[in-house]
C-alpha cells in the first residue's frame, strides 16, 4: 500500500498543481497523498482553502485519500506549537515541520518544538535528532521520517537508529517535487532497507503507521 505524507505542489516549490500531482500519484498506485506545502503565517490560509478545495474534488471522483497537510517551514521554534495549532483551525489535516536537516540551516530547536507541539504529526527530515527529541516524539505521537530527498535523506539511518531505540513510529515520505520524485514499492522498501531497518521495521513503517496516522483524519481509506 503507497501511502506518502509530505510533497509539494505549485503552491510552494513544486512543480505541479495540487490536482495533477495528485492525478500522477493515483495513477503510480498510490492509495494515500499528502499535500504539504511550504507555509508560515502569512501564507497558511490561503494554500490550506486551495489545497483542501482540490484535495475533495480528487476523493469525491478518484478512489485515493488527498489529505490536505502543511509544511511549516523555517519558523522561529516559539512560534510552531501556535502556528501548528492555527493550521488545524484552518483546515488542515496534517502539519508536517520541517526538521532539523543538515542540508540546510534550520533553527536549532525547531526539532524539540515540533516534538513538543500537540498539533504537529510529522517531524520532517529531522536530521541529528536527539535521544531525548525522539523519546519526546514517542510519548507525543509525532512520528519521524525517513526521507527520498536528496541531501536530507543522509542522516536516515542516525533517525531510524534513535526511532527504534526510543519506540518513536517512522514514516516513509518522499518529499516530492515533482512526479519522478514519487514513491514506488521497490522505492520505498529500499528506502527503509537503507535506513538499516529490518523486515519487520520496514513492516511497521510502511504498512502499520500510516493506517495509524490516517485513522486521525475526518475521511479514511
Given at each position: 500500500m503507497l501511502c506518502d505524507f509530505h510533497t509539494h505542489t505549485f503552491l510552494s516549490d513544486g512543480a505541479l498543481s495540487p490536482l495533477e500531482l495528485i492525478r500522477r500519484a493515483h495513477v503510480c498506485g498510490y492509495r494515500a497523498i499528502a499535500l504539504t506545502d511550504h507555509v508560515a503565517l502569512g501564507s497558511m490560509a490561503r494554500i490550506i482553502e486551495e489545497i483542501g478545495q482540490d484535495c475533495a474534488l480528487a476523493r469525491a471522483y478518484w478512489d485515493i485519500l488527498a489529505i490536505p497537510g502543511v509544511e511549516l517551514?523555517?519558523?522561529?521554534?516559539?512560534?510552531?506549537?501556535?502556528?501548528?495549532?492555527?493550521a488545524k483551525e484552518l483546515g488542515a489535516w496534517l502539519v508536517v515541520v520541517h526538521g532539523e536537516t543538515t542540508s540546510e540551516p534550520v533553527e536549532e530547536g525547531t526539532n524539540l518544538a515540533a516534538v513538543l507541539?500537540?498539533?504537529?504529526d510529522i517531524l520532517a527530515h529531522p536530521g541529528l535528532i536527539t535521544p531525548e527529541?525522539?523519546?519526546i516524539a514517542a510519548q507525543k505521537g509525532v512520528f519521524l521520517e525517513i526521507t527520498a530527498r536528496h541531501g536530507h535523506c543522509l542522516t536516515n539511518e542516525h533517525v531510524a537508529h534513535l526511532?527504534?531505540?526510543s519506540g518513536a513510529d517512522l514514516i516513509i515520505n518522499s518529499d516530492a517535487h515533482d512526479s519522478p520524485d514519487l514513491l514506488t514499492l521497490e522505492?520505498?522498501?529500499?528506502?527503509?532497507?537503507?535506513?538499516?531497518?529490518?523486515?519487520a521495521a520496514s513492516r511497521q513503517a510502511f504498512?502499520?503507521?500510516?493506517?495509524?496516522?490516517?485513522?486521525?483524519?475526518p475521511q479514511r481509506l
Open positions: 517551514t523555517h519558523l522561529p521554534p516559539q512560534a510552531i506549537d501556535d502556528a501548528a495549532r492555527k507541539s500537540s498539533s504537529v527529541e525522539a523519546k526511532a527504534l531505540k522505492s520505498a522498501i529500499n528506502l527503509a532497507r537503507a535506513a538499516g531497518l529490518d523486515e504498512d502499520v503507521n500510516p493506517l495509524t496516522l490516517i485513522a486521525r483524519f
